[in-house]
C-alpha cells in the first residue's frame, strides 16, 4: 500500500512537472529545445572548371573532393594506443610516426588533423586499419592537372575557396556559382524530417569557363622559353601566340613559373605574368610603327635613301649610334639591317604630333582590356614632354616601354591588313545547363594603317628573316617569315646599362596570309644578348612546331595530280 | 423428483451498437494505414539517402578520376611516357605529307567511265618543297 502509494505520488509529481514544463511560462526552454530540432545550413555550390579551346577533352582546373586524414586524441590515448596508431598510420600517410606523436598527445582535444588532402587510396587504406579515435574527414580542393603549365593565365583559388589569381579571379563571379539553403527538422538521431514546411534551395553550380589557349601550343611555347632559359642563363622568358584574324591568343607563357597545385609555395617573382605585367623598352621591335607610319603618311617610301652617317649621327647634341656602320640605305634596307639612324631620321619625316598620334593608334601607352588583371599599360609620354631629340629615341624603342602584349598587336595588326585586333583569352562562359552564358568574339578595335601599308611593310619585314637580315635565324624552311628583331640595353640610373639586355623576336607567319603571330622576349641573357642570335631561333622552334600542328600548309609548293 | 435442467439457457445479450463497431473498425484501419504509410515512408527515406550518397560517392570518383586522367593525358606528362618508354616521335617533313583533295565535281559523272580514276579523292603530292 505504501509503495503503491509512493508511486503513485512520484508519477503524479512527474505529470505535474510535464504539464508544467509544456504549458507554463517556460517559452526559452522551449525555444531552445526547437531550435535543437531545426538544421540550418547552407549548401555550398560545386565550382566550374577552366577548360583549353577544346572544352571537357582538355580540364585546366576542376574541383575534387580529398580527404583529412583526423584523429581524437582523447579517445586515442584513452585507448593507450598513440604509438600503435602512429605506427600504423606513418607508412599510409608517408610520414615518420614522430611526426604524428605529437599531433595525438593533446590530452583535451578532441580534434587534430593528421594529414591533409589525401586521395581516396589513402584514404580507403586508412578507413581498412579501423583504428579506433581516427576518422575522416570530406573536403574540398582545387586540382591543377597540367601543373605549372599555363599557371599565369589559369590562376589559383585560395583558401577561402575565391579565386586569387589569373581566370580563377577575373572569372570568379561564374565560376563560384551560388551556394544553395536547407531549413528543415531533425529527429533525435539527427536524421533529417522531411516536411513541407522545410525551406531547400538547391545550390547552383558554377559555370565552366572555355579559353582560347590550346594546351598543346602552350606546351610547346613552354618547352622552348625552358630550353631558352638554360642555354642563356637568363633571368626570365615570355611568349605570347596569337591568331591575326582574330586576336585570340593561343599561347601565352612566362618563365620562372609555379605549380599551381603548391601556389603557396611561390614567390612573386615567380607569380608575376611577364607578358602583360612586366613593361620593358623595346629596342628595334618598335621600329615597325614609325616606318610603319611614314609609309602610311608617304613622306618616305620603301625605296628613299637616307644617309646612315657611317654609323654615328649627331643629333640636338646627343649622338645616335648604329650597331654596323652603313654610308647609305634605302627605307626596305634599313628594316632589314635594322638601321637606328635611318629608323630615326624616317620618325623626324612625320614630326612628333603625327608620330605620337600613330603610336596611339597602335595602342602604345594603354592596356589592351585583356580579361586578366594586372595588366600594365606602359609608359609614353606626350610629345609636350619629349626633350629636343625625343622623337629619335622613341622611334627606336627607347624612352618608350610596352608589354608584350602590347608590341604583339602592333605586328598583329601589321599582318591584318591594317586593322588591329582585340586580344582575348577567354571564348565562352558556359552554364552546367550547357547555356553560353558570355561569348567573346574578334572585335576590330582601331585601323591605324590602310591595306596598302600594311602589305608593304609585309614585305619589308619578310626581309629581316632573308640572308643578310638580323633575323635570319628566325627563318623557317617552307615558310615565308616576316619579324624583327630586338636587343635592348635595360635602362639603369644615369642612363642604360652595357651588360644587361631584353633580347626580343616578333614576328608572324607566313607571310602573304599570315595565320599567327609570336613574340619572344627574353631578359638579360648571358653571353649573347642579341635578338637574332637568342630570340630568333626560340621563335623559329616555337613557329616550326605550330605549322605543323596547325597544319598551316608552306608558303611554296606546287601540285601535281597523280592518277591511281 | 428432479427436474430437468432447462438445457437451453438463455444467455442475456447486450446489443453492440452497429455504428460504434463501424467507427472503430475505421479508426483501426486508419491506424493501421497511418503505421503502415509512415514505415513506407521510413523506408523510402532511408532509400533516397542511400541513392543520394551513392551518387555524390559516384560524382567524386568520377572527378577525381576525371582529374588524374587529365594529369596523365597533359602534354608535359605524355612526353615524359613516351621518354620513359624510349618512343622518339617527331613531326613527319615536308616530302613525307601528302595532301589530299576532292575532285572536281565537273568531270565526274558519267563522261568518263574509261578512265580508272578513284572517284572519291585525288592525290597531289607535294613538290619542290625539301
Redesign the interface.
Same mark, same amino acid.
Given at each position: 500500500m505504501a509503495g503503491g502509494g509512493v508511486l503513485v505520488m512520484a508519477m503524479g509529481g512527474l505529470a505535474a512537472r510535464l504539464a508544467c514544463l509544456q504549458l507554463g511560462p517556460h517559452e526559452d526552454i522551449r525555444a531552445t529545445i526547437a531550435r535543437s530540432r531545426e538544421i540550418r545550413c547552407t549548401i555550398p555550390a560545386a565550382r566550374g572548371s577552366i577548360m583549353d579551346c577544346r572544352g571537357k577533352e582538355n580540364i585546366l582546373a576542376a574541383s575534387v573532393t580529398v580527404w583529412n586524414v583526423c584523429a581524437s586524441p582523447d579517445d586515442v590515448i584513452a585507448e593507450g594506443k598513440a604509438a600503435r596508431v602512429a605506427d600504423a598510420l606513418a607508412p599510409i600517410l608517408g610520414v615518420r610516426p614522430e611526426e604524428i606523436m605529437p599531433k595525438l598527445l593533446r590530452p583535451g582535444s578532441r580534434y587534430a588533423v593528421l594529414k591533409k588532402h589525401v586521395q581516396d587510396e589513402t584514404a580507403e587504406a586508412v578507413r581498412k586499419l579501423g583504428l579506433k579515435g581516427v576518422f575522416l574527414e570530406e573536403t574540398s580542393i582545387r586540382s591543377y592537372p597540367n601543373g605549372a603549365s599555363l599557371c599565369h593565365v589559369v590562376g589559383f583559388v585560395n583558401y577561402e575557396g575565391q579565386g586569387g589569381a589569373g581566370v580563377e579571379l577575373a572569372f570568379d563571379k561564374y565560376l563560384k556559382g551560388m551556394p544553395g539553403y536547407l531549413g528543415a527538422s531533425v529527429d533525435a538521431k539527427r536524421d533529417r524530417l522531411y516536411s513541407e514546411d522545410d525551406t531547400f534551395i538547391a545550390p547552383v553550380p558554377g559555370a565552366d569557363v572555355v579559353l582560347t589557349v590550346d594546351q598543346n601550343i602552350q606546351h610547346m611555347v613552354e618547352r622552348a622559353l625552358d630550353q631558352v632559359m638554360d642555354e642563356h642563363n637568363a633571368k626570365g622568358a615570355w611568349a605570347i601566340v596569337q591568331r591575326v584574324r582574330t586576336g585570340e591568343i593561343l599561347a601565352m607563357a612566362s618563365r620562372p613559373a609555379f605549380d599551381l597545385n603548391r601556389f603557396f609555395m611561390a614567390d612573386m617573382n615567380a607569380m608575376t605574368n611577364r607578358c602583360i605585367g612586366i613593361v620593358y623598352e623595346p629596342g628595334s621591335t618598335f621600329k615597325a610603327i614609325a616606318i610603319s607610319a611614314a609609309l602610311n603618311e608617304r613622306t618616305v617610301t620603301p625605296e628613299t635613301v637616307f644617309d646612315c652617317e657611317n654609323g654615328a649621327w649627331m643629333y640636338n647634341g646627343r649622338v645616335l649610334r648604329d650597331y654596323h656602320a652603313y654610308s647609305h640605305l634605302n627605307v626596305a634596307e634599313g628594316v632589314k639591317k635594322s638601321s637606328n639612324i635611318l629608323t630615326a631620321k624616317v620618325s623626324l619625316t612625320l614630326g612628333a604630333e603625327r608620330f605620337y598620334r600613330y603610336l596611339k593608334s597602335f595602342g602604345i601607352g594603354q592596356r589592351t582590356g585583356i580579361e586578366l588583371s594586372g595588366e600594365e599599360s606602359g609608359i609614353l609620354a606626350p610629345p609636350e614632354k619629349w626633350c629636343s631629340y625625343g622623337i629619335t629615341r622613341i622611334a627606336i624603342g627607347q624612352g618608350v616601354a610596352v608589354t608584350a602584349l602590347q608590341l604583339i598587336g602592333v605586328y598583329c595588326a601589321i599582318a591584318n591588313d591594317g586593322f588591329m585586333m582585340r586580344p582575348y583569352l577567354v571564348k565562352k562562359v558556359v552554364a552546367p545547363s550547357g547555356a553560353v552564358i558570355m561569348e567573346n568574339h574578334p572585335r576590330v578595335v582601331g585601323r591605324p594603317i590602310s591595306f596598302q601599308t600594311a602589305s608593304v611593310m609585309k614585305r619589308l619585314l619578310s626581309g629581316v628573316t632573308e640572308e643578310g637580315g638580323t633575323g635570319a635565324k628566325a627563318s623557317l624552311d617552307g615558310y615565308e617569315v616576316a619579324g624583327k628583331t630586338g636587343s635592348a640595353q635595360k635602362p639603369v640610373p644615369g642612363g642604360y646599362s652595357t651588360t644587361a639586355y631584353v633580347a626580343s623576336f616578333v614576328g608572324f607567319l607566313p607571310c602573304d596570309e599570315p595565320e599567327i603571330a609570336i613574340i619572344v622576349v627574353i631578359d638579360e641573357p648571358q653571353p649573347y644578348h642579341t635578338g637574332g642570335v637568342v630570340a630568333a631561333p626560340a621563335f623559329k622552334r616555337i613557329a616550326g612546331d605550330i605549322v605543323k600542328y596547325l597544319d598551316i600548309p608552306p608558303d611554296s609548293c606546287r601540285l601535281a595530280s597523280a592518277g591511281l | 423428483m428432479f427436474r430437468r435442467r432447462n438445457r437451453r439457457k438463455k444467455t442475456k445479450v447486450v446489443p453492440f451498437p452497429a455504428t460504434l463497431a463501424g467507427i472503430l473498425f475505421i479508426v483501426l484501419m486508419w491506424c493501421g494505414a497511418s503505421i503502415w504509410i509512415d514505415d513506407r515512408?521510413s523506408d523510402l527515406?532511408r532509400e533516397i539517402r542511400e541513392l543520394e550518397r551513392q551518387k555524390k560517392e559516384l560524382e !567524386? !570518383?568520377y572527378?577525381?578520376a /576525371?582529374? !588524374?586522367w587529365? %594529369?596523365l593525358k597533359?602534354?608535359?606528362e605524355l /612526353?615524359q611516357t613516351l621518354a620513359r618508354h624510349r618512343v622518339n616521335m617527331s613531326?613527319?617533313s615536308?616530302d613525307q605529307i601528302v %595532301?589530299l583533295s576532292e575532285p572536281s565535281s565537273s568531270g565526274a559523272a558519267g563522261g568518263e567511265a574509261d @578512265? /580508272?580514276?578513284?572517284t572519291f579523292a585525288? +592525290? /597531289? !603530292?607535294? +613538290?619542290?618543297? @625539301?
Open positions: - | 515512408c527515406k !567524386r !570518383r572527378n577525381a /576525371e582529374c !588524374r587529365m %594529369r597533359s602534354p608535359g /612526353e613531326w613527319p615536308g %595532301r @578512265e /580508272e580514276v578513284v585525288r +592525290i /597531289e !603530292r607535294l +613538290i619542290g618543297y @625539301e
